[in-house]
């Protein structure tokens, strides 16, 4: 392992010295100028004919890429990308490099699959990965990087070229070799280089006017390259050499005309018809310059090195065509030029305008919208908007909705057509005010001027502002039902058709309309999938999901979260609301399926917490904090409160139905769900007076069944076990309900409580009626054992001889064959009544030392001073110590008062 100080690189001080010019390389050869012009590696720019070697950034290279981790760090202009492909063009050997461009584009995934396939089996030396424009990537890949190397930097080795600093934590990697930050001085050429580039591109000139354009672009490659084209343009009268001493002002302010004067016309007019694109192909540049030789234009403009880098095909990707890259100093240039105006301008604008055209009447939207907005032409992109802008959204491609809204600026109030899909745009990002502001306004222009908007979007964006603020009303879906009725007689198929039955189904959910909602949202499925629109499928697939769990369809519900993430994997643009509450469904199904798999083939179910004092939860992943969907944000919570009890903390999953919407607030099958999830923890913690009350409030909502069951559990926590026994019969036999699933708990606790009381064949029969209600679902978590006295359920389903040898019952007989039931397990740490009513309260918790509060959990766990000093690996008199100390924290004297107060402040 490399154990170097820190190595921010800069001209004056290099961690190594570096090569003289003409040094040998690693391969032992002298290294020289590039001699083929075929890229280095797939993905990198081709190199102009008149190419500078770089020794002294390559000698840094040399040294910096020995560590995981280099950074790259300069402007554009700088010459970063032709500088590395340059030095892998003459670095030998480099064990098959990578070469990456990154986009705002670039995924999570993407940037993983690359680092795995850089690391390579661990018997080879890692590759070479090379990332162009990292400043691009997200936090989260720039996250992934930082973790690789804090996890694995031995099996890492990246280049990263970026225009500003990375967000990777700098200083234990520097400290260790692992990382080092070459600055931007590293790229300037020197004076000798850039004498030499200047001429290849001035021609024949005069020696003091190449002195004035190497002193004025300061050793960087764009600058120099245009100050020696824009020279070469210049009239002989002209006293050049003064002004580029003289002016003020940036390089392309001032060589911007005298660029273009050099240029041949056929080459003036492709760089202004393809200014608004970030890379293209000789295709585009026919398409948009109307001419059947741009491609040689293009190619000539990219062989002699003006700033135009040819980008050859990545190995694997699709078409394999290659395309070229515009400088974005160059780029500034063109757009003086397009601003300055002139015949050229005009002839440029028209010509792309016939093409945009083009592209719309093709089907290539998004295109159009691009290039009206690069145009000026904030109208017709307005109009474009409020006619395709809703199959824009639902395809993934509302990107060109924000670049609208950025650009057109005032422009857009002249467009209100346009604001309800920047409204739904906004809701995608996860900016609910900026979508409920611009629904409102759409809602307030429509009231005072109907027929803005077609009565499908209007319906739509009314559906989703009215549930983003909690206010569901039958009669918004009832009056948007009408429409679609009639909308899907029309001969022209309304393209918001989609988006107002998904709203309709999403808003159904919420109001327990359940067959109704899945009707609709299976109607918007199927529409999305006709038309192609990956994200608007992925979107209604996930709130289908939820559907199908509340329907008790776990396995369906598995199955279209799983659908719903493969697209939104495919489909970029999927709102993360969409992947979140996908991922929610998955793991609703996963718990309701514990202890087995949610399916019959997948990875085991991790095991219950053996130690529930010492076990830690698992994760939710984290869904957006502003939820447009109420349903999704109330499964979660139940969820975090579910997650808190497997983890082994009741009072954490106390705390999480605690922050449930008020009771009176929800409707009433999530009002049902949420007493009985409280239900469920008062069992746990033996609360019979709670139990009751719960009791009462679930036939307050008519739902009987599940009235019966918390009356029998509130008999099963007294020990009256013949009325209970009685009471979880009965609530089976009367709960009509496929969500919570009260019949089988029912079953099950009365064949545990029947079974201790002796009544064998009836234990067995419950048990295989609860197998037979369950098999279909695969649900596990009514066999975690919820009766508090009766026989384990293991006993139970071991002694039930009707079960098939080959089928479900097996699978459960051996998933639960060692579990001791719930209120077993978490009987050390849970505080009982009896502990809440007679331990004094405490202004505040005392604060304990984290060995304290491994002691308290020995002590929790029963342990004697001798097994909690071999556990914690101290001595015996080291944890009397402890003891002692909290006893004196607690206020208390002896053991048993210690654990009731430290169960009652939920230390444990």
């Given at each position: 392992?490399?154990?170097?100080?820190a190595r921010d690189v800069k001209t004056a001080a290099a961690p190594r010295k570096a090569p003289e010019r003409g040094a040998p390389t690693r391969g032992g050869s002298t290294r020289g100028a590039p001699t083929r012009r075929e890229p280095p590696v797939p993905g990198a720019p081709w190199l102009p004919r008149p190419y500078a070697p770089r020794h002294e950034l390559w000698a840094h290279?040399?040294?910096?890429?020995?560590?995981?981790?280099?950074?790259?760090?300069?402007?554009?202009?700088?010459?970063?990308?032709?500088?590395?492909?340059?030095?892998?063009?003459?670095?030998?050997?480099?064990?098959?490099?990578?070469?990456?461009?990154?986009?705002?584009?670039?995924?999570?995934?993407?940037?993983?699959?690359?680092?795995?396939?850089?690391?390579?089996?661990?018997?080879?030396?890692?590759?070479?990965?090379?990332?162009?424009?990292?400043?691009?990537?997200?936090?989260?890949?720039?996250?992934?990087?930082?973790?690789?190397?804090?996890?694995?930097?031995?099996?890492?080795?990246?280049?990263?070229?970026?225009?500003?600093?990375?967000?990777?934590?700098?200083?234990?990697?520097?400290?260790?070799?692992?990382?080092?930050?070459?600055?931007?001085?590293?790229?300037?050429?020197?004076?000798?280089?850039?004498?030499?580039?200047?001429?290849?591109?001035?021609?024949?000139?005069?020696?003091?006017?190449?002195?004035?354009?190497?002193?004025?672009?300061?050793?960087?490659?764009?600058?120099?390259?245009?100050?020696?084209?824009?020279?070469?343009?210049?009239?002989?009268?002209?006293?050049?050499?003064?002004?580029?001493?003289?002016?003020?002002?940036?390089?392309?302010?001032?060589?911007?005309?005298?660029?273009?004067?050099?240029?041949?016309?056929?080459?003036?007019?492709?760089?202004?018809?393809?200014?608004?694109?970030?890379?293209?192909?000789?295709?585009?540049?026919?398409?948009?310059?109307?001419?059947?030789?741009?491609?040689?234009?293009?190619?000539?403009?990219?062989?002699?090195?003006?700033?135009?880098?040819?980008?050859?095909?990545?190995?694997?990707?699709?078409?394999?065509?290659?395309?070229?890259?515009?400088?974005?100093?160059?780029?500034?240039?063109?757009?003086?030029?397009?601003?300055?105006?002139?015949?050229?301008?005009?002839?440029?604008?028209?010509?792309?305008?016939?093409?945009?055209?083009?592209?719309?009447?093709?089907?290539?939207?998004?295109?159009?919208?691009?290039?009206?907005?690069?145009?000026?032409?904030?109208?017709?992109?307005?109009?474009?908007?409020?006619?395709?802008?809703?199959?824009?959204?639902?395809?993934?491609?509302?990107?060109?909705?924000?670049?609208?809204?950025?650009?057109?600026?005032?422009?857009?109030?002249?467009?209100?057509?346009?604001?309800?899909?920047?409204?739904?745009?906004?809701?995608?990002?996860?900016?609910?005010?900026?979508?409920?502001?611009?629904?409102?306004?759409?809602?307030?222009h429509e009231k005072s001027y109907p027929g803005t908007v077609s009565a499908l979007e209007y319906h739509s964006i009314l559906l989703h502002r009215s549930r983003s603020s909690g206010a569901h009303q039958k009669r918004l879906v009832d009056a948007a039902l009408v429409d679609v009725e009639r909308a899907a007689d029309a001969a022209v198929p309304d393209p918001h058709l989609p988006l107002v039955l998904l709203e309709v189904g999403v808003t159904e959910n919420w109001l327990g309309l359940l067959p109704a909602a899945e009707e609709h949202l299976t109607r918007a499925v199927l529409l999305c999938r006709a038309?192609?629109?990956?994200?608007?499928?992925?979107?209604?697939?996930?709130?289908?999901?939820?559907?199908?769990?509340?329907?008790?369809?776990?396995?369906?519900?598995?199955?279209?979260?799983?659908?719903?993430?493969?697209?939104?994997?495919?489909?970029?643009?999927?709102?993360?609301?969409?992947?979140?509450?996908?991922?929610?469904?998955?793991?609703?199904?996963?718990?309701?399926?514990?202890?087995?798999?949610?399916?019959?083939?997948?990875?085991?179910?991790?095991?219950?917490?053996?130690?529930?004092?010492?076990?830690?939860?698992?994760?939710?992943?984290?869904?957006?904090?502003?939820?447009?969907?109420?349903?999704?944000?109330?499964?979660?919570?139940?969820?975090?409160?579910?997650?808190?009890?497997?983890?082994?903390?009741?009072?954490?999953?106390?705390?999480?139905?605690?922050?449930?919407?008020?009771?009176?607030?929800?409707?009433?099958?999530?009002?049902?769900?949420?007493?009985?999830?409280?239900?469920?923890?008062?069992?746990?913690?033996?609360?019979?007076?709670?139990?009751?009350?719960?009791?009462?409030?679930?036939?307050?909502?008519?739902?009987?069944?599940?009235?019966?069951?918390?009356?029998?559990?509130?008999?099963?926590?007294?020990?009256?076990?013949?009325?209970?026994?009685?009471?979880?019969?009965?609530?089976?036999?009367?709960?009509?309900?496929?969500?919570?699933?009260?019949?089988?708990?029912?079953?099950?606790?009365?064949?545990?409580?029947?079974?201790?009381?002796?009544?064998?064949?009836?234990?067995?029969?419950?048990?295989?009626?609860?197998?037979?209600?369950?098999?279909?679902?695969?649900?596990?978590?009514?066999?975690?054992?919820?009766?508090?006295?009766?026989?384990?359920?293991?006993?139970?389903?071991?002694?039930?001889?009707?079960?098939?040898?080959?089928?479900?019952?097996?699978?459960?007989?051996?998933?639960?064959?060692?579990?001791?039931?719930?209120?077993?397990?978490?009987?050390?740490?849970?505080?009982?009544?009896?502990?809440?009513?007679?331990?004094?309260?405490?202004?505040?918790?005392?604060?304990?030392?984290?060995?304290?509060?491994?002691?308290?959990?020995?002590?929790?766990?029963?342990?004697?001073?001798?097994?909690?000093?071999?556990?914690?690996?101290?001595?015996?008199?080291?944890?009397?110590?402890?003891?002692?100390?909290?006893?004196?924290?607690?206020?208390?004297?002896?053991?048993?008062?210690?654990?009731?107060?430290?169960?009652?402040?939920?230390?444990?």
């Open positions: 392992m490399a154990t170097s100080k290279l040399d040294a910096a890429t020995e560590g995981a981790v280099t950074v790259l760090v300069a402007p554009a202009g700088a010459g970063k990308t032709l500088g590395v492909a340059g030095w892998l063009a003459t670095t030998t050997p480099l064990a098959d490099p990578i070469w990456y461009t990154a986009s705002a584009a670039s995924t999570v995934t993407e940037v993983e699959d690359l680092l795995s396939r850089a690391s390579g089996d661990s018997a080879a030396p890692p590759r070479l990965l090379v990332v162009d424009d990292a400043h691009l990537l997200s936090a989260a890949c720039v996250r992934l990087v930082a973790a690789r190397l804090d996890s694995d930097p031995e099996r890492l080795r990246i280049l990263l070229m970026t225009r500003w600093d990375l967000a990777i934590p700098r200083l234990v990697p520097e400290l260790l070799g692992h990382l080092t930050v070459l600055r931007g001085d590293v790229l300037r050429l020197s004076r000798e280089e850039s004498a030499w580039l200047a001429l290849q591109h001035a021609g024949a000139t005069r020696g003091d006017v190449l002195e004035a354009i190497v002193e004025r672009a300061g050793g960087w490659c764009a600058a120099l390259v245009l100050a020696a084209r824009a020279s070469a343009a210049m009239q002989p009268g002209d006293d050049v050499a003064a002004m580029f001493r003289t002016s003020g002002g940036t390089v392309a302010d001032l060589v911007a005309g005298e660029v273009f004067v050099g240029l041949r016309p056929q080459e003036r007019h492709l760089l202004l018809c393809v200014s608004g694109e970030a890379d293209l192909t000789e295709e585009t540049a026919r398409h948009l310059t109307r001419d059947p030789r741009a491609g040689e234009a293009l190619s000539s403009l990219e062989s002699t090195g003006l700033l135009v880098s040819k980008v050859s095909a990545v190995s694997g990707a699709p078409g394999g065509e290659e395309r070229y890259r515009i400088h974005p100093l160059l780029s500034e240039v063109v757009r003086r030029r397009l601003v300055a105006g002139g015949v050229d301008v005009q002839r440029a604008t028209g010509t792309v305008l016939r093409a945009t055209w083009s592209d719309l009447a093709g089907g290539h939207t998004a295109d159009a919208m691009r290039r009206l907005l690069v145009l000026g032409r904030y109208d017709d992109a307005g109009a474009v908007l409020a006619e395709h802008g809703a199959r824009l959204v639902m395809a993934g491609e509302d990107q060109c909705v924000d670049a609208f809204l950025r650009a057109a600026g005032p422009a857009i109030d002249e467009h209100p057509a346009s604001w309800g899909l920047i409204a739904r745009s906004r809701w995608a990002a996860g900016d609910a005010d900026a979508g409920r502001h611009w629904a409102d306004r759409l809602l307030r038309e192609g629109f990956g994200v608007a499928t992925a979107e209604a697939l996930s709130h289908l999901a939820i559907t199908q769990f509340m329907l008790g369809r776990e396995q369906a519900c598995h199955a279209l979260a799983e659908e719903a993430l493969a697209l939104a994997g495919e489909h970029q643009r999927t709102p993360a609301s969409a992947r979140a509450r996908a991922e929610l469904a998955r793991m609703l199904v996963w718990f309701e399926t514990f202890p087995l798999p949610p399916t019959a083939d997948p990875a085991p179910a991790p095991a219950l917490p053996g130690d529930p004092a010492g076990a830690a939860p698992w994760q939710l992943p984290q869904l957006p904090q502003q939820l447009d969907d109420l349903t999704a944000e109330f499964w979660r919570q139940v969820m975090q409160a579910r997650l808190a009890l497997l983890g082994g903390s009741v009072p954490d999953s106390l705390r999480a139905l605690e922050s449930l919407s008020p009771l009176q607030r929800l409707p009433q099958h999530l009002k049902v769900c949420a007493l009985v999830e409280q239900a469920g923890l008062a069992i746990i913690t033996g609360n019979r007076t709670a139990l009751r009350n719960l009791a009462d409030a679930l036939g307050e909502c008519g739902a009987d069944g599940e009235r019966l069951w918390v009356l029998g559990a509130a008999e099963d926590v007294d020990g009256d076990l013949r009325k209970a026994a009685t009471l979880y019969q009965r609530a089976a036999a009367g709960s009509r309900r496929a969500q919570p699933p009260t019949r089988a708990v029912a079953l099950t606790c009365a064949a545990q409580l029947c079974d201790y009381l002796g009544e064998t064949d009836t234990a067995h029969d419950l048990v295989v009626q609860a197998i037979d209600a369950t098999a279909s679902r695969r649900l596990g978590s009514p066999f975690l054992g919820w009766s508090r006295h009766g026989t384990r359920i293991g006993q139970v389903l071991a002694g039930a001889k009707a079960l098939d040898d080959s089928g479900w019952g097996v699978e459960l007989r051996q998933a639960c064959v060692e579990l001791p039931g719930l209120s077993a397990m978490f009987a050390p740490v849970v505080a009982t009544e009896h502990e809440l009513a007679t331990v004094s309260e405490m202004h505040h918790a005392p604060s304990l030392s984290p060995r304290e509060l491994e002691v308290l959990r020995e002590l929790a766990r029963g342990s004697t001073y001798s097994d909690a000093a071999a556990n914690l690996f101290v001595s015996e008199n080291t944890v009397k110590t402890h003891v002692s100390s909290l006893y004196t924290k607690l206020s208390v004297g002896r053991r048993s008062e210690a654990l009731a107060v430290a169960r009652k402040l939920h230390l444990i």
